[in-house]
């Protein structure tokens, strides 16, 4: 089985919505984050989650992104409203060694990551 799977991408017009969902069930003790990056630019944090299920965003996405997980944390999931175009990238999956407490919107902070799925928003 593939420790971290992303699913849910796909295209839609600006002001739309799209749920990701990533499949991680060797990964219940982590802190889990999501990301997002375009060819050519770094890897940009957009929100994260920690053990207690205490979230953090990026700022270019507060209050039109949450992420959560299941009970079971088995699934994470990122709900997108109010897309823009500028949300257009693959976006990842990522747990957190489970040595740490707190989440991060920090790449170098991860240490498992899925193989991403595509987001297109169009004007």
């Known amino acids: 089985q593939v420790p971290l799977a992303e699913s849910g991408g796909g295209s839609v017009q600006a002001g739309g919505s799209l749920r990701l969902s990533c499949t991680a069930p060797i990964f219940k003790n982590n802190n889990m984050g999501w990301f997002r990056q375009v060819p050519g630019k770094e890897r940009e944090g957009v929100a994260a989650?920690?053990?207690?299920?205490?979230?953090m965003y990026a700022d270019s996405v507060q209050g039109r992104f949450t992420i959560s997980r299941d009970n079971a944390k088995t699934t994470l999931y990122l709900q997108m409203n109010s897309l823009k175009p500028e949300d257009t990238a693959k976006y990842y999956c990522?747990?957190?060694?489970?040595?740490?407490?707190?989440?991060?919107?920090?790449?170098?902070?991860?240490?498992?990551w899925g193989q991403g799925t595509q987001v297109t928003v169009s004007s």
């Open positions: 990522a747990a957190r060694s489970s040595i740490f407490m707190d989440a991060s919107l920090t790449p170098n902070d991860y240490y498992r």
């Open positions: 989650i920690d053990k207690k299920g205490r979230t």
